[in-house]
């Protein structure tokens, strides 16, 4: 097999994987009600204050639009816009955002510069009945412990 082939062999099954995965993600539903937001939030707050964690946890509807916000005390004020971003991005492409620190950090660093992406965990889908209904965000940490974070406030809906 020719270099020239093996590269666009490589090319054509990476293409091919992203669109497979692309048709794996879970439809939009309904965009999540305060109450949920509520749920959701609480239960990212036990997980950060159980490991003594600052840090601002942001609900955003399927639409990006901000639900619920709440900043631990001690937490600074940056994180604020950055934890809304991070649910966004979570949202707008229905995947936590650890993909795309992931994807980063494998050596594609384009993924960073596309408009609505965060390259940093922290993000992640709010998945209910199979289907996004919103996404929360995570700041003040260390990304994987964002990551922790998010993960125990989407959980609240399983």
Request: glycine fraction near 10%; charge should be positive.
């Amino acid at each position: 097999m020719t270099r020239k082939f093996r590269r666009l062999l490589g090319a054509t099954l990476a293409s091919i994987s992203v669109a497979a995965a692309a048709q794996m993600l879970p439809p939009y539903g309904p965009a999540i009600n305060l109450d949920n937001a509520r749920k959701v939030a609480a239960a990212a707050e036990a997980e950060a204050r159980k490991n003594n964690w600052n840090a601002t946890i942001a609900v955003v509807d399927t639409g990006g639009h901000l639900v619920y916000l709440l900043r631990l005390d001690g937490a600074q004020y940056a994180t604020i816009p950055i934890a809304t971003q991070k649910a966004q991005s979570a949202v707008a492409h229905r995947r936590p955002t650890k993909m795309f620190e992931d994807a980063v950090k494998g050596g594609n660093p384009q993924v960073a510069n596309l408009p609505t992406v965060i390259a940093v965990e922290g993000g992640v889908p709010l998945i209910a009945d199979g289907r996004v209904i919103g996404a929360i965000g995570v700041s003040g940490t260390a990304s994987a412990q964002d990551g922790q974070i998010a993960g125990a406030g989407a959980g609240a809906l399983r």
